[in-house]
Structures are given as structure tokens and as C-alpha cells.
């Protein structure tokens, strides 16, 4: 069993053992690229070597896995009816669906948190074609910023609000925002509710039921263990109606029959599925997803988020005793911690002794962003402090 008792809560214990990390490597780096579980790369393998035998791929192929994915993505998320979750080849693309599909009028505005990551701004651009105007709320000053920062995206959300297009968790340094008192303001006005969730979801407990979003686009290769080049969605009753990127042949009614293809269809099959790009039914990415899927399930969000915290929580503690910033622990994520250095910290150095180290971590503005996982143990927490000591002693 992969858990153990900690003051009568069950929690993960550390699972390096099902990873191929190398020994003296400390990855501290999961919000940059999840490594790949050796059950995940077994799966990725199986699925080239089926392609060397095409004979072997029939038409169930095409779907079941697929199927496996919506079902496993649902559950993850709370979300009663699978076919409601769309499989796109990317982030961008499953914000694009949504963006193409939600008008904003001129005299109407979206709002976003300022520094989103790129992916969950860009196609929100469009709409100032049409005379919308994008509302990007600033980061706040100060080294506590959780609490001011989702006041004033609550601020700019007014009656002229077409889309508020948000992360769970900002990617820079693990600054939450209050999605439920979001989504409340969001749906008081009329407007639709698009969630980035590629920094959060696998990783920090997410309920549709309760943030009632419009669409939730996640990123298979971070916080949910997958590859890249793979991603899945929700998206809701707002697009039941909605029109795809494409027309793949894949997303029409009835294209589980091969021999009927030619039989061209105005319909489209149930809910998100129209919207899934096209080659969704990829035979090596698609299988390690769905194992990928099934791993974070079984260690489940609330643990995962659990350990994660046993990890951050002291190294934030430590962080403040030498005089760096953190987010308060009521304001970030237990998975991803910023630690902002002075402006007088030599990057440059820290990025090579880090590298000399073992120690991968991400650079992010001002910000060391250290995102562990369950593979991580104390030791690597150990190895970071021991280089940030070595680069910034005396640096204030």
C-alpha cells in the first residue's frame, strides 16, 4: 500500500521507485514537465510497437482508449457524463475551441489575470477585433499578493463582462485564485468562465460541481503524469451547440463504422467529442494519458497535494528564516512555492550552481519556483537549500 499514517491522515509515501529519475538528480520541476512513470513509458512503448503491425489496429481502437480517457478525466474533476470532456493536442487549442465559440462584443471586456501563461491569453486577443476590450488585472505589489491579486479580478468583473479566463494556479509561483467566488461573480453577470488547469488539476483537489466553470483545458504533461502533445477539456452546456477548429472525420455521428465513412453526416457525435482535433486517436500518446490518468487517480489529488505540502511547507518556513519572500500558505498551492529573491541575487550563478548541482528548479522573474512531486523526498529539498545558501549568502 503507497500510504502511510501521519497524525491519523493517510498519506502518500514517496514513489521514486516507479520513476526513472537518475541517481544525484534532485527534480524539484514538475510544473515545467512531469517526468514519465515507468508504467507510463511502458505504455508509450506498447503503443509504437503496435503501430510496426498495423494489421493488429481495428476501428474499436480508435475509440476505446479515448473513451478510457474521457471516463478517468471525469472523475478527476467531478464531472457525472465523460462525453462532456474533449481530447485536444494542446492547451492552446482547447482555449481556442472555447475562444472561437464566446463571443465579446464592442463595449463588452474579458478579463484575465496579468502575466497568464501565453496559452490562455493569445486567443482572447481576437476579440479586440471586434471591439472588445481585455482587462488584464495586474499582479499586485507586495510579497503577499493571493488575497489583494483575487479582490481585483473580482473588481473588473462587471456588467459588461463577456469571459473571465483564469488559471487555478498562477504558473509563475503557485499563487492561487479563488475560483468558486469567481465563477459566483462570473455567473452573476452573464459571463462564460474558462479555466486553465494545467498547474492545478492532478495535482489540487478540482469539483466542477462547485466552481461551475464553462470550460476546464488541462495539459497532459504536467500535474497530470502524461506526454506532451496531448490534452483534455471540459467544457459545458454553454458549447453544446458550438463549432470545432476542424472537421475531422473522427468527431462525426456514426464514424465508428469504417464502411460507412463516405456516408457523409451533418451530425456530429455527443457532447465535447466534436470538438476533438484531429489524429486524437494517437496509438502511443493516447494510451500512456490513460495511464498516466489512472496513476493519479489512484494516489488522488488530496494526497498528492498532501505530500506535496510536506515538502513546501517547511522549505517556505526556511525560506522566510533567511530573509527571502513567499506567498502566505493560505494564498498558494502546496505543490508549486515561489520563492522571490532580492534584485541583488546573481541569477545567472544560481542557474549554474544549480545546474552543477543536480538541482532542477525553474527561474521565473524574481522567483526560484520549486514544484515538487511524489517521486521528490527531503534530500532534494536538502540539495536546493543547500545551493540557494552557497549563491545568495550575504545578498539581501
Not at 61 to 79: K, M, P, Q, S, T
Not at 354 to 381: E, F, K, M, T, W
Request: aromatic share 8%; hydrophobic share 45%; charged share 20%.
Amino acid at each position: 500500500m503507497p500510504k502511510r499514517a501521519v497524525d491519523d491522515q493517510m498519506i502518500l509515501r514517496c514513489q521514486k521507485a516507479q520513476f526513472s529519475l537518475p541517481d544525484g538528480l534532485h527534480y524539484l520541476n514538475c510544473a515545467y514537465m512531469a517526468p514519465l512513470s515507468k508504467d507510463v513509458e511502458a505504455a508509450g512503448v506498447v503503443g509504437v510497437r503496435k503501430k510496426s503491425n498495423p494489421s493488429a489496429i481495428f476501428e474499436a481502437d480508435f475509440f476505446e482508449d479515448n473513451n478510457v480517457i474521457r471516463e478517468r478525466f471525469a472523475r478527476l474533476i467531478n464531472v457525472s457524463d465523460p462525453l462532456r470532456v474533449a481530447i485536444f493536442p494542446a492547451v492552446s487549442y482547447g482555449i481556442a475551441v472555447a475562444a472561437s465559440n464566446t463571443p465579446a462584443a464592442r463595449g463588452q471586456n474579458i478579463v484575465i489575470a496579468g502575466e497568464q501563461f501565453p496559452s490562455n491569453v493569445y486567443a482572447w486577443w481576437r476579440h479586440r477585433d471586434a471591439g472588445a476590450e481585455l482587462r488584464v488585472v495586474a499582479r499586485p505589489q507586495g510579497d503577499q499578493v493571493s488575497a489583494s491579486w483575487n479582490a481585483d479580478v473580482l473588481e473588473a468583473i462587471d456588467g459588461q463582462t463577456a469571459i473571465v479566463a483564469l488559471a487555478h494556479v498562477h504558473w509563475t509561483d503557485g499563487t492561487k485564485f479563488d475560483l468558486d467566488a469567481v465563477g459566483r461573480r462570473a455567473r452573476e453577470v452573464g459571463a462564460a468562465f474558462v479555466v486553465d488547469g494545467t498547474q492545478s488539476v492532478g495535482a489540487v483537489p478540482f469539483d466542477v460541481q462547485m466552481v461551475q466553470p464553462d470550460a476546464v483545458i488541462v495539459g497532459a504533461y504536467k500535474w497530470l503524469m502524461g506526454p506532451y502533445g496531448i490534452a483534455v477539456g471540459y467544457l459545458g452546456s454553454r458549447y453544446d451547440d458550438g463549432v470545432p477548429l476542424e472537421e475531422p472525420w473522427i468527431v462525426r455521428a456514426g464514424s465508428e463504422d469504417f464502411r460507412t465513412l463516405v456516408d457523409y453526416q451533418e451530425d456530429y457525435r455527443d457532447g465535447a467529442t466534436r470538438f476533438d482535433g484531429g489524429g486524437m486517436a494517437n496509438f502511443v500518446t493516447v494510451p500512456m494519458l490513460k495511464t498516466s490518468l489512472g496513476q493519479v487517480l489512484e494516489w488522488g489529488a488530496v494526497d498528492i497535494q498532501a505530500y506535496c505540502t510536506t515538502l513546501t511547507g517547511p522549505l517556505a518556513t526556511r525560506a522566510i528564516e533567511r530573509g527571502w519572500a513567499v506567498e502566505d500558505p493560505e494564498g498558494r498551492a502546496g505543490h508549486i512555492l515561489g520563492i522571490r529573491l532580492p534584485p541583488t541575487a546573481d541569477f545567472r550563478a544560481l542557474q549554474r550552481t544549480l545546474s552543477d548541482s543536480g538541482v532542477a528548479v525553474s527561474l521565473r522573474g524574481q522567483s526560484v519556483r520549486i514544484s515538487p512531486h511524489v517521486y521528490n523526498h527531503q534530500d532534494d529539498v536538502d540539495a536546493l537549500l543547500e545551493v540557494l545558501d552557497e549563491v545568495l549568502v550575504g545578498v539581501a
